[in-house]
T-cell receptor, first 112, second 112 residues
Framework: QKEVEQNPGPLSVPEGAIASLNCTYSDRGSQSFFWYRQYSGKSPELIMSIYSNGDKEDGRFTAQLNKASQYVSLLIRDSQPSDSATYLCAVVPSGGSYIPTFGRGTSLIVHP | NAGVMQNPRHLVRRRGQEARLRCSPMKGHSHVYWYRQLPEEGLKFMVYLQKENIIDESGMPKERFSAEFPKEGPSILRIQQVVRGDSAAYFC??????????FGQGTRLTVV
């Protein structure tokens, strides 16, 4: 069973702080990694993708990947109340199936 | 709107009726995934299709559930003889070639 693990939270941070969201995965051969944001009652929205070790920055978001540790993270700088949502980590495992496997998500609360 | 289109957005069915959920992928996308999400739970993979082919249906219940993606027209997820436990949000996602997957707005199925 290929698994993706996330701490469910909630993670509570003050406005303006850095929020750090973490995800581990079990399939060492996984090649593609994604972060989605899901507001309550809405559908998941793709916010970041990362494929190689290191950091990838897009605006206030930075995705970090460490394949040796089977670990991917998402940093949100200057957190805003509008960032309050559930963040889903998705991993496409090896074997050519192309099926994203999702973690259960981490609930982020940014308080003013 | 070039996004993934799902309809209906809300569907109410009585126990024993059939539910048909439709998904039109983004233009240029030939990979379609269906996921189910229960309240406060993660996205559970159901089925992965390409045009006219079911690639992986390992997440789909063996009975009452079926899916198709015909050469022309949307992908259809069909649930026969619905039961209360089928009540959930059903999301469709599409991708070009197993890379970034984009979600539709979802169909909220309520079985009464």
């Amino acid at each position: 069973q290929k698994e993706v693990e996330q701490n469910p939270g909630p993670l509570s941070v003050p406005e303006g702080a850095i929020a750090s969201l973490n995800c581990t995965y079990s399939d060492r051969g996984s090649q593609s990694f994604f972060w989605y944001r899901q507001y309550s009652g809405k559908s998941p929205e793709l916010i970041m993708s990362i494929y190689s070790n290191g950091d990838k920055e897009d605006g206030r978001f930075t995705a970090q990947l460490n394949k040796a540790s089977q670990y991917v993270s998402l940093l949100i700088r200057d957190s805003q109340p509008s960032d309050s949502a559930t963040y889903l980590c998705a991993v496409v495992p090896s074997g050519g199936s192309y099926i994203p496997t999702f973690g259960r998500g981490t609930s982020l609360i940014v308080h003013p | 709107n070039a996004g993934v289109m799902q309809n209906p957005r809300h569907l109410v069915r009585r126990r024993g009726q059939e539910a048909r959920l439709r998904c039109s992928p983004m233009k240029g996308h030939s990979h379609v995934y269906w996921y189910r999400q229960l309240p406060e739970e993660g996205l559970k993979f159901m089925v992965y299709l390409q045009k006219e082919n079911i690639i992986d249906e390992s997440g789909m219940p063996k009975e009452r559930f079926s899916a198709e993606f015909p050469k022309e027209g949307p992908s259809i997820l069909r649930i026969q003889q619905v039961v209360r436990g089928d009540s959930a949000a059903y999301f469709c996602a599409s991708s070009r070639q197993g890379d970034e997957a984009f979600f539709g707005q979802g169909t909220r199925l309520t079985v009464v």
